[in-house]
Structure formats: C-alpha cells, structure tokens
C-alpha cells in the first residue's frame, strides 16, 4: 500500500507551482544534456540527461519524473536530427526510467560526498552504504529492464536491425555495456545528487524566511 501512495503523493506536487517550475528547468537541463555526451570508446558512450531526471524522481517522486520524462523525450526528438522517426514506444522506455527513479529515490537524501581525498571518499561510501545501494539500485533496474531489454526489445519491433534470431545475442552484448556504465554512472550521480538536493533546499528555505 505504501508503494501506491508514493505515486499518489507524487501525483499531489503536480499542484504545487514550486514544482511546476523545478520540473520544468530540470527538464530543460535534461534536454540540454542530451546532446551532450562523450566517448571514451568506440562502443561505449557516456550521456548525462539521467542525471536532471534523476533528480525529478528524488524531488517529487515517480509520478512527476515519469510525466517529465515525455517532455524531455518529445522535445530532446524535437531538437535533434535525429533521421528515424518517432516512436511513443520509446517514449515508454523513458517514462519506466523516470518512474525508476522516482520509486527509490523519491524523498532521498543523498550524501555529501568528501572530495579532498580518495580516503575519505571511501570512507564516506562505507559510513552511508544504505544511501549508496539506493542510487545502485535504481540505475541497476533501469539498465537492466530499460536499457537491456525494453530497448532492445523495441528496437525489434521496430525493424531496427535487429531480428528475432539476434535478440538474446544483442541481449548479452547490452548486458556487458551496462554492466561497464554502471559504476561510472552510479559514480556521477553520487556527485550529483547532494549538491543539487543541498541548492534545492537552500533556495526554499531562503524563500521562506523572505516571505
């Protein structure tokens, strides 16, 4: 029951204007992002728009970064050049990532992350490993049933390249790419999260004492 009334509370931000307007510069910042990636390797590319998605679901749960998760996939089609058309199938790919997130990080308080020295950095994982394995967690699941299969799944039913012969191996090779991506983008986000949930809380508590 308390699943279910997660999405509800969620649903009730979306009366909020504070939410409103957060929601929609993080979905800006998650379309901007998109055309912003880099290549380390030929078959391994590094994107950031997860990261303002991400943060949607931690702000105001899965209902709002599910939602959000359409605009950013119609307007990030809108404005690149992308030459296949577009697909509400994939569309759903991205809304199960938004929802993902939104399940276990929705309330989130992530940690502070010491920079100063690969020590102490560590040792900060090690003194908040329930705080990390909820960041795991959420981009373990979207990996594996957005990016492994959903995608892969879809893009055979769309005709792109693959065929039904090939789906288990196309499978496994996207199973060793997210598996590579995982620590590196389970990385970003534990440098991400706490500054922007650290802004987020000082602009609102800045407001509040000014009103």
């Avoid at 296949?84 to 569309?91: A, E, I, M, V």
């Avoid at 560590?122 to 960041?135: C, E, H, T």
Wanted: aromatic residues 12%.
């Amino acid at each position: 029951m308390a699943f279910f009334l997660n999405f509800k509370k969620s649903a009730q931000e979306l009366k909020s204007i504070r939410c409103l307007v957060v929601t929609a510069v993080l979905i800006a910042l998650a379309c901007v992002l998109k055309m912003l990636t880099i290549q380390p390797l030929p078959t391994l590319k590094i994107g950031f728009s997860f990261i303002a998605i991400a943060s949607i679901g931690m702000l105001y749960g899965p209902t709002v970064a599910g939602l959000s998760c359409v605009a950013t996939d119609v307007i990030g089609y809108l404005i690149s050049n992308q030459q296949q058309g577009f697909s509400p199938l994939f569309t759903l790919v991205e809304v199960t990532g938004g929802v993902i997130y939104g399940i276990f990080l929705y309330g989130f308080d992530p940690i502070k992350p010491d920079l100063t020295s690969a020590k102490g950095f560590w040792k900060g994982i090690r003194a908040n490993i329930p705080s990390v394995l909820r960041i795991v967690a959420a981009k373990f699941t979207i990996n594996l049933v957005c990016n492994v299969f959903m995608n892969t799944l879809f893009m055979m039913i769309m005709g792109y390249g693959i065929v039904p012969e090939t789906f288990w191996l196309k499978i496994g090779t996207r199973i060793i790419k997210n598996a590579t991506m995982l620590p590196i983008e389970v990385f970003i986000l534990l440098l991400a999260l706490f500054p922007i949930k650290a802004a987020y809380t000082a602009v609102f508590r800045n407001h509040k004492q000014h009103v």
